[in-house]
């Protein structure tokens, strides 16, 4: 019997970084630490009879130097696939008596450029790499990369934004994934110490079958002394994708204050 595989940082479980839209240091030479805590549960049938429920607490740790940053995430997952095998679009591929499977994902390294302006608006790109951390039933084994380049233009409060990524999957001897590109267009709308965001994403299913197509929407505010929120959810548009998720995050931040500009980390 084959495992079950968490494929980390699809569309819909791309480990969630609990501050999806932080504030940039105020000084170009200004350094900054963050830890946050994450969770999220998502339920959906993916075009199968059993319905598949995944739960997953993510700890994460940032560090930001001048303009650049890097963050690092862990997760912990449950997921509960029913009876049967079931395919899922690029997330999770229950093995062939599904069931009940639980403990460490696989760590995630992503580095995120400073912004440059241009004649259309400001461009960033993002690296992402996935770490085989995971125990055997929820990792592939093997190292991912993806990176992306998101282009922005802020309007008033609002800051409309696409971004395009691809991603290459390492495969293991229990299954081969398909590497692909992924879609993101949004707008997110800063109110005061409140940010609100809200996008439509698209990915290549990994797996075959219908790519996933999801709404998805975040809040995210600071309260005080560094200390941040977010709440954030998707809908899924179609069988790729999970039916719905919901999570929420809590952050903390070390180190030079932040200037009263937000800008969006890519999940």
């Not at 650049?68 to 997952?77: E, F, K, N």
């Not at 592939?140 to 934004?161: N, R």
Request: hydrophobic letters at 40%.
């Amino acid at each position: 019997m084959r495992p079950a595989f968490f494929v980390g940082c699809s569309m819909n479980h791309r480990l969630l970084f609990a501050s999806a839209l932080v504030g940039m240091p105020s000084s170009a030479a200004a350094q900054e630490i963050g830890m946050s805590l994450g969770g999220s549960f998502s339920s959906g049938r993916y075009g199968g009879t059993e319905r598949v429920n995944l739960s997953t607490v993510v700890l994460g740790v940032s560090a930001t130097y001048g303009r650049w940053r890097v963050d690092g995430t862990l997760p912990y997952v449950v997921l509960d696939s029913g009876r049967s095998a079931i395919e899922v679009g690029g997330i999770v591929v229950p093995g062939e008596a599904g069931g009940r499977t639980e403990g460490v994902g696989d760590a995630v390294l992503r580095l995120t450029s400073p912004t440059y302006s241009s004649g259309l608006g400001d461009v960033t790109w993002n690296g992402q790499v996935k770490l085989p951390t995971g125990a055997e039933a929820l990792s592939t084994g093997k190292l991912d990369f993806s990176g992306d380049v998101e282009l922005s233009h802020d309007v008033g409060a609002a800051s409309p934004f696409v971004s395009v990524g691809y991603r290459t999957y390492g495969d293991s001897r229990f299954l081969e994934l398909e590497d692909g590109f992924s879609l993101s267009a949004g707008t997110g709308i800063t109110l005061g110490k409140t940010t609100l965001l809200a996008s439509y994403d698209w990915a290549q299913s990994a797996v075959g079958g219908a790519d996933p197509q999801e709404i998805f929407g975040l809040a995210a505010g600071e309260i005080n002394q560094g200390w941040g929120w977010s709440i954030y959810g998707s809908k899924g548009l179609n069988s790729g994708a999970a039916d719905f998720m919901l999570g929420a995050g809590l952050n903390r931040s070390f180190g030079a204050p932040r200037s009263a500009r937000t800008r969006r980390i890519p999940r």
